[in-house]
């Protein structure tokens, strides 16, 4: 028996047929890829677990980085002490001379009693700035969120940071508790830093409380 030519298929490219989609793409294993690709060195892909690799992408409008998130709550209840809602590291040269840093934290509890208040208070490095509330009265189950901004002011060294704070109870006739506050800050963008939201209770009694049930920061460059 003679044969001209064999071609033996390996098992991995039976298992995992390529079917070419329009433009010489090619979708394989979950993987969408221009028919060139080298990983590393030209074409692109994009894989079914979100990531991608392009040799160089030009972008007309923002994009929007996630930078931190958190769904677990934080609970601050019978304490004076100062205590972080959320804290994260906002890595070298994210905020550049015009890049915003956009924040929100969303309060599932807010408790207070006798009318005492909460102080919240937004650090980027060493420079804060804080928005206070006093809630009227003995106040139960208040739900809100704090949204706060660090903005790149034409510099690596100087931002505007802002900070509010927003609370109601959603089952009673309305009462809104609302906060807010701006200020600058100096601190080299160039290096790491530490972003954090924070809260004080007014008060050390137990029915002092509030919980951050998620929050969310993200970059627009």
Excluded: H
């Excluded at 692109?44 to 769904?71: H, P």
């Excluded at 802002?162 to 963008?189: K, L």
């Amino acid at each position: 028996m003679e044969f001209k030519q064999v071609t033996i298929e390996p098992a991995s490219a039976l298992e995992t047929p390529i079917i070419p989609v329009a433009g010489g793409a090619v979708l394989q294993s979950g993987e969408f890829k221009s028919p060139n690709y080298i990983t590393g060195q030209r074409g692109w892909k994009i894989n079914s677990e979100g990531d991608a690799e392009f040799r160089s992408v030009k972008i007309a409008g923002a994009l929007m980085e996630k930078t931190s998130t958190f769904t677990t709550d934080v609970t601050v209840a019978g304490t004076e002490t100062e205590t972080n809602l959320m804290s994260f590291t906002l890595v070298a040269n994210s905020l550049g001379t015009s890049n915003a840093l956009f924040g929100k934290i969303f309060i599932s509890d807010c408790d207070t009693l006798n009318g005492v208040g909460k102080t919240f208070r937004l650090y980027y490095a060493g420079t804060s700035i804080s928005v206070g509330i006093t809630l009227t009265g003995d106040t139960t189950n208040f739900k809100g969120v704090i949204d706060f901004v660090i903005l790149a002011a034409g510099a690596t060294n100087s931002q505007d940071m802002f900070i509010n704070i927003n609370t109601s109870n959603p089952t009673t006739t309305p009462t809104v508790y609302v906060g807010a506050v701006a200020g600058t800050a100096a601190i080299d963008s160039t290096k790491d830093q530490t972003v954090k939201v924070t809260v004080k209770n007014a008060g050390p009694s137990a029915l002092e409380s509030i919980t951050a049930a998620s929050g969310i920061a993200y970059l627009i460059r």
